[in-house]
């Protein structure tokens, strides 16, 4: 339950429209629903203003259909992130209407109108192999009610290509750039645009690389200053702060 339907629940109980029991009923699951393997923190929604998120990787395809149908039954969106194929057949056992997106690795539920943003998120690439990574952060900004832009494949070896689509980050609220090699592409965005730019380093490079790190330190020490730095292939993290950006605007 959303911040919006608890109010509706409210106003129906004032005018009438619903018992105070009936309205007990509802709000039982707050703030919490315990399912033995997991607690389903309901009243995210009603602190945050978005619900908890599913992070797969390391459940059973059993527990991830459970915590979803949880979600689900609640009126909630539903985002489960770093997810199988099994664990998406899990899921569409109890919830027919989930949808598997492939590249990001998500499964979602679009069930309830998201809170409008202002603003325009755009996601930057740099190359085709960073693209699971970004696919990631725009499944997230999109259900969390995000306008996105897209624009994939303008890494720093070929800088033109990214300076073709300077007048669309011209028009974003905030900017998420993934890269991996040496993560040199956010400072550059940062130096293009007057806007925050939330850097996703990712584990796509050789040896060298470190499955990242190397691009995580580059990033961390940008000498562009609206430069913010998430965690390793973190896109969902990246998505959910440029949410909250975007939704103070």
């Known amino acids: 339950m959303n911040r919006e339907q608890l109010r509706e629940l409210m106003e129906a109980v004032q005018g009438?429209?619903?018992s105070p029991d009936a309205a007990c009923d509802r709000l039982k699951n707050l703030p919490f629903e315990d399912l033995g393997f997991a607690k389903v923190d309901h009243h995210r929604s009603v602190?945050?203003?978005?619900?908890?998120?599913?992070?797969?990787?390391?459940?059973?395809?059993?527990?991830?259909?459970?915590?979803?149908?949880?979600?689900?039954?609640s009126g909630v969106n539903v985002l489960a992130t770093r997810a199988t194929q099994a664990q998406f057949e899990a899921v569409l056992r109890v919830e027919e209407r989930a949808v598997f997106e492939e590249t990001a690795g998500c499964i979602t539920l679009q069930q309830a109108p998201s809170a409008p943003r202002h603003g325009r998120v755009a996601i930057v690439c740099a190359g085709t192999s960073d693209l699971p990574v970004a696919e990631e952060a725009r499944v997230?900004?999109?259900?969390?009610?995000?306008?996105?832009?897209?624009?994939?494949?303008?890494?720093?070896?070929?800088?033109?290509?990214?300076?073709?689509?300077?007048?669309?980050?011209?028009?974003?609220a905030a900017v998420i750039v993934c890269?991996?090699?040496?993560?040199?592409?956010?400072?550059?965005v940062g130096g293009l645009v007057g806007v925050p730019v939330i850097a996703v380093p990712t584990s796509v490079g050789y040896g060298a690389a470190f499955g990242g790190v190397a691009a995580l330190l580059g990033m961390l020490n940008s000498c562009s200053p609206n430069v913010t730095v998430v965690n390793i292939d973190n896109g969902f993290g990246a998505a959910y702060v440029a949410t909250l950006m975007n939704r103070v605007l």
Do not use: C, W
């Open 16 to 18: 009438g429209n619903i």
């Open 47 to 73: 602190r945050t203003g978005m619900p908890e998120v599913i992070y797969s990787k390391g459940k059973t395809a059993d527990q991830v259909a459970g915590i979803f149908a949880s979600l689900a039954a």
């Open 140 to 172: 997230t900004a999109e259900l969390m009610g995000n306008e996105v832009d897209m624009v994939v494949d303008v890494g720093v070896a070929g800088l033109h290509r990214l300076l073709s689509q300077h007048a669309r980050l011209q028009q974003a």
């Open 179 to 188: 890269a991996g090699m040496e993560g040199a592409l956010p400072s550059v």
